[in-house]
């Protein structure tokens, strides 16, 4: 409860995102560091207080409807699954989407913008296409392993993540809804477990997340703009200018202009390597991508003007 109340000065801190943990309740909840689950009443007040404080207060939240999963979950385990396909299994699309609509439509009720975090199902960008033509303040965000992994991956229970990997088609809707201008935003929702995390516990108590930040832009390059199924001006879109807006940092991030911070990736579309623990620089000893082929690296990066890594290494001495 006094979260609610910290809002209104949060802001004045300069905080301007703050972030719902619908899907986290009992156990699940205690896994995460979480007291306990939270209640639509709860999220409904929350949106109030972050509507009364404006722009750029920006209300986000974790998609998935839990009371279903627990109807799911115990029968899957009752039938001895302890693939990566069963996790997905539990927490089908339409539990993603039932949270989407909910919260969508108490963010028109209230005038928040509200951003849904990590967007995984088909259902959930038909979801979000009836919201908008409500006029719903609505933003989404996907990460790479939701256009690049499915449940039927070898990967096992390393690729157990909240929402879950599912198939090729929600795959395909992703990258359309990115083209089209439905996904606004790109993140990772990166999380450094070590392999015996993951493994610990098995699919049903495992951790879930994985690492991905270091990997995102060589996969939306090589699998993105290089497979045509966005552009460079797209990509700049969910990955820079989109981002500075929402979160009330542009015109200072997110665009290259005068007076703007000079925050510059130089990209070799034609580059190729090989993702996996021996070339990304998490601090995870696992990859999902693991051996994955890419055309597509970052060559040098600029942090307000001054160098700070070149092919893949850091050449800065301090932070920037």
Same mark, same amino acid.
């Given at each position: 409860?006094?979260?609610?109340?910290?809002?209104?000065?949060?802001?004045?801190?300069?905080?301007?995102?703050?972030?719902?943990?619908?899907?986290?309740?009992?156990?699940?909840?205690?896994?995460?560091?979480?007291?306990?689950?939270?209640?639509?009443?709860?999220?409904?007040?929350?949106?109030?207080?972050?509507?009364?404080?404006?722009?750029?207060?920006?209300?986000?939240?974790?998609?998935?409807?839990?009371?279903?999963? /627990?109807?799911?979950?115990?029968?899957?385990?009752?039938?001895?699954?302890?693939?990566?396909?069963?996790?997905?299994?539990?927490?089908?699309?339409?539990?993603?989407?039932?949270?989407?609509?909910?919260?969508?439509?108490?963010?028109?009720?209230?005038?928040?913008?509200?951003?849904?975090?990590?967007?995984?199902?088909?259902?959930?960008? /038909?979801?979000?296409?009836?919201?908008?033509?409500?006029?719903?303040?609505?933003?989404?965000?996907?990460?790479?392993?939701?256009?690049?992994?499915?449940?039927?991956?070898?990967?096992?229970?390393?690729?157990?993540?909240?929402?879950?990997?599912?198939?090729?088609?929600?795959?395909?809707?992703?990258?359309?809804?990115?083209?089209?201008?439905?996904?606004?935003?790109?993140?990772?929702?990166?999380?450094?477990?070590?392999?015996?995390?993951?493994?610990?516990?098995?699919?049903? /108590?495992?951790?879930?997340?994985?690492?991905?930040?270091?990997?995102?832009?060589?996969?939306?390059?090589?699998?993105?703009?290089?497979?045509?199924?966005?552009?460079?001006?797209?990509?700049?879109?969910?990955?820079?200018?989109?981002?500075?807006?929402?979160?009330?940092?542009?015109?200072?991030?997110?665009?290259?202009?005068?007076?703007?911070?000079?925050?510059?990736?130089?990209?070799?579309?034609?580059?190729?390597?090989?993702?996996?623990?021996?070339?990304?620089?998490?601090?995870?000893?696992?990859?999902?991508?693991?051996?994955?082929?890419?055309?597509?690296?970052?060559?040098?990066?600029?942090?307000?003007?001054?160098?700070?890594?070149? /092919?893949?290494?850091?050449?800065?001495?301090?932070?920037?």
């Amino acid at each position: 409860e006094p979260h609610l109340q910290e809002i209104p000065k949060l802001m004045e801190e300069g905080v301007t995102s703050f972030k719902f943990f619908a899907s986290y309740k009992g156990e699940e909840a205690k896994q995460v560091g979480l007291s306990g689950g939270i209640t639509w009443n709860y999220i409904y007040r929350g949106l109030e207080n972050i509507a009364r404080c404006g722009s750029p207060a920006l209300a986000m939240i974790h998609c998935e409807e839990s009371e279903v999963i /627990d109807v799911l979950r115990p029968k899957l385990q009752a039938q001895g699954r302890t693939d990566l396909a069963a996790w997905a299994d539990s927490r089908p699309g339409i539990c993603e989407a039932m949270h989407v609509l909910t919260s969508g439509l108490m963010a028109q009720e209230t005038g928040t913008p509200l951003y849904f975090v990590h967007v995984s199902a088909k259902e959930s960008v /038909d979801a979000v296409h009836f919201l908008r033509q409500r006029g719903a303040p609505v933003y989404v965000e996907t990460c790479p392993h939701y256009l690049l992994v499915t449940k039927h991956s070898s990967i096992g229970v390393l690729g157990k993540v909240n929402p879950p990997v599912r198939d090729e088609a929600d795959c395909q809707k992703l990258w359309q809804a990115m083209s089209d201008g439905t996904v606004d935003t790109i993140g990772t929702d990166h999380c450094s477990y070590q392999r015996w995390q993951k493994e610990k516990g098995g699919i049903w /108590d495992g951790m879930p997340g994985f690492g991905g930040i270091d990997a995102s832009l060589a996969l939306l390059v090589s699998e993105g703009v290089n497979k045509t199924r966005i552009t460079w001006e797209r990509l700049a879109k969910v990955t820079a200018e989109n981002p500075a807006r929402l979160f009330g940092i542009y015109p200072q991030k997110g665009v290259l202009s005068p007076g703007s911070d000079a925050d510059i990736v130089m990209v070799d579309p034609h580059r190729q390597w090989t993702l996996g623990t021996a070339t990304l620089k998490s601090s995870s000893d696992f990859s999902v991508y693991e051996g994955r082929q890419v055309t597509g690296k970052a060559v040098m990066t600029f942090v307000r003007g001054e160098m700070v890594a070149q /092919d893949g290494e850091p050449v800065a001495q301090v932070p920037v």
